[in-house]
């Protein structure tokens, strides 16, 4: 399963930017998912993601700013990033979980380069 994210750039503090995560491939299912980001010498951190329950967790830094959802019908899922800071300046990743017709997989998009001007 290949995922293929867009909507990075770079926007003003202040901003907005809606990232989308596209998924394809032979016949699949996805469980779980979720948008992370890096910056260069740090760690991968989580910035949302769905949980087993259904529900979506959120980073302490981005809460009430950023907003994950999913358009099952397109196999697309988005972040919506409002009131962005220069602290969000990233490359940003999303990530999915679930089964093929060959057995589990889990995936990552390419990434995308969000940079928030102060």
């Known amino acids: 399963v290949q995922l293929v994210e867009s909507g990075g750039g770079l926007v003003q503090a202040g901003g907005s930017l809606r990232l989308s995560c596209a998924a394809s491939g032979s016949t699949f299912s996805i469980n779980d998912m979720g948008w992370y980001r890096q910056t260069p010498g740090n760690q991968r951190e989580l910035v949302a993601a769905t949980t087993s329950g259904g529900s979506i967790v959120y980073a302490d830094s981005v809460k009430g700013r950023f907003t994950m959802s999913r358009d099952i019908a397109k196999n697309t899922m988005y972040l919506q990033m409002n009131s962005l800071k220069p602290e969000d300046t990233a490359v940003y990743y999303c990530?999915?979980?679930?089964?093929?017709?060959?057995?589990?997989?889990?995936?990552w998009g390419q990434g995308t380069q969000v940079t928030v001007s102060s």
């Open positions: 990530n999915a979980h679930g089964l093929t017709n060959y057995g589990p997989f889990t995936s």
